[in-house]
């Protein structure tokens, strides 16, 4: 199947700073790119749809303005948390849809263990 | 709305035995339906899909079959190993670049030897 690639995996931040998650497509062109928040033991829960070229659709409840969505080419989408704080610790996990009314299939990045100190 | 029902973990079983995780789901329209699974500290990976009823979707390990008539997608193994140990989420989508995927809860899977 298709690669997503999520970078970093693993990421420690000072309280206060900004961290860039970045997810690419290698493989394949990637009009749509889903991100998700996962806690210890939870299902995923989505905080944005971002299609390549225009703004990113928030879920309710997710601050756009403390998680930055960028999708400004086909085959790369960067979360950016700012400002962050000890609660922002999760797991971030990204996902990439091809284009084509066939394409159902989502795919997913391996994840981002951000802590935040 | 659309949605995805996962029977509750965690599922606890010992090596050798069969598997089964229940997933049942609403759609409006005719959607592919998936299995994904999450090691511990990874992201997900596709394990099977099915686009179309009576369709069995398999990686030739596990396998599940889109029950229309029921409106189920039960992921099935035949004995499991330690190494399955994960957590595993049902999911379907529709086409249409715009339709997000719907996931269930996911189902832990614990194997003992």
């Known amino acids: 199947g298709a690669v997503v690639s999520q970078h970093p995996s693993r990421v420690i931040c000072k309280s206060g700073t900004s961290v860039k998650i970045e997810c690419r497509s290698l493989?394949?062109?990637?009009?749509?790119m889903f991100w998700y928040r996962q806690f210890p033991k939870k299902s995923l829960m989505l905080m944005a749809t971002s299609n390549e070229g225009s703004k990113a659709t928030y879920e309710q409840g997710v601050e756009k303005d403390k998680f930055l969505i960028n999708h400004a080419s086909l085959t790369l989408s960067t979360l950016t948390v700012t400002s962050a704080h000890p609660e922002d610790s999760s797991f971030y996990i990204c996902?990439?849809?091809?284009w084509g009314a066939g394409n159902t299939e989502a795919f997913f990045g391996q994840g981002t263990r951000l802590t935040v100190v | 709305g659309d949605s995805v029902t996962q029977m509750e973990g965690p599922v606890t079983l010992s090596e050798e035995a069969f598997l089964t995780i229940n997933c049942t789901y609403t759609?409006?329209?005719?959607?592919?339906l998936f299995w994904y699974v999450q090691y511990p500290g990874e992201g997900l990976q596709l394990l099977l899909k099915?686009?179309?009823?009576?369709d069995k979707g398999s990686n030739k390990v596990f396998e599940a079959t889109y029950r229309k008539e029921t409106t189920s997608f039960h992921l099935e193994k035949g004995s499991v190993q330690v190494s399955d140990s994960a957590v595993y989420f049902c999911a379907l989508s529709l086409s249409g670049g715009s339709y997000i995927p719907t996931f269930g809860r996911g189902t832990s899977l614990i194997v003992h030897p």
């Open positions: 759609a409006t329209g005719y959607p592919s």
């Open positions: 493989d394949f062109q990637a009009t749509t």
């Open positions: 099915a686009t179309k009823a009576d």
């Open positions: 996902s990439a849809r091809g």
